[in-house]
C-alpha cells in the first residue's frame, strides 16, 4: 500500500509560490481571526503560519475571547476588510461560541477572502465559475493529481457535506468527470455505498469513522478529517484496517493538510494580483 503525503507536493507549490512573490513590489499580507483559546483554530493557524514564514508571507492574528460580542468581531472583521494594508483574511473556526460565526464570515469580501468560505465565494465552485476554492477542496485534488491517481469514469464517495470541503471537493471531482456519490455521517448504510467506489474522500471530522469495511480493495482513500483527541490528532479513517485493503491512502498528519497551507496561500497571491491589477 502507498502512503499518499502531502510533503513533496507542497514542496513543490512553495517553490513555485516563492517565485511568484518575487513579482511582487510589496508582499501580500495575511490575517487570522480566530478564537484565543480553541485549540484547532490555534493549531490551523499555527500550521499556515509556518508555511507563511517559508515563503516570505507577513502573518498577523486577530484573537476573539470568551466576551467577544458578534457585533465587536463583525466590526473588526470590517475594518481588516477596509484596510489596503490586509490583502486576505482567514477566519479560523470554532469562534467563540457567542459569536454568531455565519455572520462573521459574511464580513468577509470575496476580494479578500482566502479560504473561499463565504457563500459567494462557495456558490462560484459549486457553479463552475471560479478557479479559486477553499484551501483543502482544492489540496485533495492536487494531491491525487501528483499521485497521478485516475478520476475521469470513477467512482468516488465524498463522505461529508461540509460547505468548505465537502460540497467544493464533489463539485471539483465532477469538473474532473468523476461519478460523484456525496454521503454524510447519517447516510444509510454508508459502508455498502463506500465499499463501491474506487476512491473514498472522507472529511466528516469524525475519528475512526471509515473502517475497513467502508473500502474496496485496491481503493484510495483521502482523509480530510482531523480531530483533536487525547491521543492526539487522528483523522476520518481507522488506518491499520483500511491500510490492509486500500491500494493507496493519506496519513494524518502528514496528508493533505501539508498542501493545504501553501493552496491557501496560492489563493492569497492570486488575490492580491487581482487587487492590484483592478
Known amino acids: 500500500m502507498t502512503a499518499l503525503t502531502g510533503r513533496e ?40 503560519s509556518r508555511g507563511a514564514r517559508r515563503v516570505g508571507v507577513p502573518v498577523s492574528q486577530e484573537l476573539l475571547d470568551e466576551t467577544t460580542t ?13 484596510d489596503e494594508q490586509v490583502q486576505g483574511i482567514i477566519v479560523a473556526l470554532p469562534l467563540p461560541s457567542a459569536v454568531d460565526t455565519a455572520s462573521v464570515v459574511s464580513a468577509v469580501p470575496p476580494s479578500k477572502d482566502v479560504d473561499r468560505i463565504t457563500r459567494a ?8 465559475a471560479s478557479e479559486l476554492a477553499p484551501g483543502v477542496a482544492t489540496a485533495v485534488l492536487r494531491l491525487l493529481d501528483f499521485y497521478e491517481i485516475p478520476l475521469a469514469g470513477r467512482l468516488v464517495a ?65 482523509d480530510v478529517g482531523a480531530t483533536y483527541t487525547a491521543d492526539g490528532l487522528r483523522g476520518d479513517v481507522e488506518a491499520e484496517g483500511v ?10 498528519p502528514g496528508g493533505v493538510g501539508p498542501l493545504t497551507v501553501y493552496c491557501l496561500l496560492e489563493n492569497l497571491l492570486v488575490l492580491a494580483r487581482e487587487a492590484t491589477s483592478g
Open 9 to 48: 507536493p507542497a514542496r513543490a507549490l512553495r517553490r513555485s509560490i516563492a517565485a511568484d512573490l518575487a513579482q511582487f513590489a510589496r508582499l501580500p499580507t495575511l490575517t487570522f481571526v480566530r478564537s484565543a483559546s480553541h485549540p484547532a483554530g490555534a493549531a490551523y493557524a499555527r500550521q499556515v
Open 121 to 128: 465565494a462557495i456558490g462560484a465552485v459549486l457553479a463552475g
Open 243 to 252: 491500510a490492509q485493503v486500500a491500494s493507496a491512502y493519506t496519513p494524518v
Open 70 to 82: 458578534t457585533a465587536e468581531a463583525v466590526g473588526l472583521v470590517e475594518r481588516l476588510a477596509a
Open 158 to 222: 465524498v463522505v461529508g457535506r461540509s460547505r468548505g470541503v465537502g460540497k467544493p471537493v464533489a463539485s471539483m471531482l465532477l469538473a474532473r468527470d468523476a461519478t460523484v456519490v456525496l454521503c454524510h455521517s447519517k447516510t444509510h448504510d454508508l459502508a455498502g455505498i463506500a465499499s463501491q467506489a474506487d476512491v473514498v474522500v472522507s472529511c466528516v471530522g469524525h475519528p475512526g469513522l471509515i473502517t475497513r469495511e467502508h473500502v474496496k480493495p485496491g481503493a484510495v482513500v483521502v
